[in-house]
């Protein structure tokens, strides 16, 4: 399906914009999504480093205790993915032609820290629920919140985009 003869894609700015533009517009995009993960992924993070001041932490299974150890490396593995974006920008700002790259890493980055979020999240799910009722409901519900996560944020966007051109 043609752009031109579709009017959904009539005014999209990928059409008419010089590479240049496209790469500020697409850094700007970026840092919107990144601002999100990374205030996402750092508030889940200082909530799973105080859980182990908690006078409850304490009574927990071991096998409870290594699922939070992984949800703290994970979580802490998350910030940092979410906010090396910053670093990579800062290393390479200003010399000719960074901008594609720094555009093309942060995109890498950034689906690689969804990812981790994504288990972070499923993860924290089935702590919670394995402490709160026992360790079968911790297993499903880590289950369910993995495949809710891979629904809201890979097939529903994957859907939509059928039909659109390439």
């Not at 750092?42 to 096998?63: D, E, K, R, Y």
């Not at 555009?103 to 499923?122: E, K, P, Q």
């Amino acid at each position: 399906m043609s752009t031109m003869t579709n009017p959904n894609f009539a005014n999209d700015p990928e059409q008419t914009e010089s590479d240049l533009v496209r790469l500020e517009r697409r850094w700007t995009e970026l840092l919107s999504e990144l601002r999100v993960a990374q205030t996402g992924t750092q508030i889940l993070t200082g909530f799973l480093l105080s859980l182990v001041l908690q006078p409850l932490f304490q009574s927990i299974t071991a096998g409870e205790k290594l699922l939070y150890l992984c949800l703290v490396i994970l979580a802490v593995l998350a910030t940092v993915l979410a906010i090396a974006p910053v670093s990579f920008h800062r290393a390479v700002f200003g010399r000719p032609g960074a901008k594609a790259s720094i555009v093309a890493s942060t995109h890498l980055i950034l689906r690689l820290t969804l990812v981790v979020i994504s288990l972070v999240l499923s993860g924290t799910v089935a702590f919670v629920f394995a402490i709160a009722v026992d360790e079968s409901a911790g297993i499903i519900a880590g289950i369910i919140a993995f495949i809710g996560i891979g629904i809201a944020w890979v097939v529903t966007p994957y859907r939509a985009l059928r039909g659109l051109p390439r």
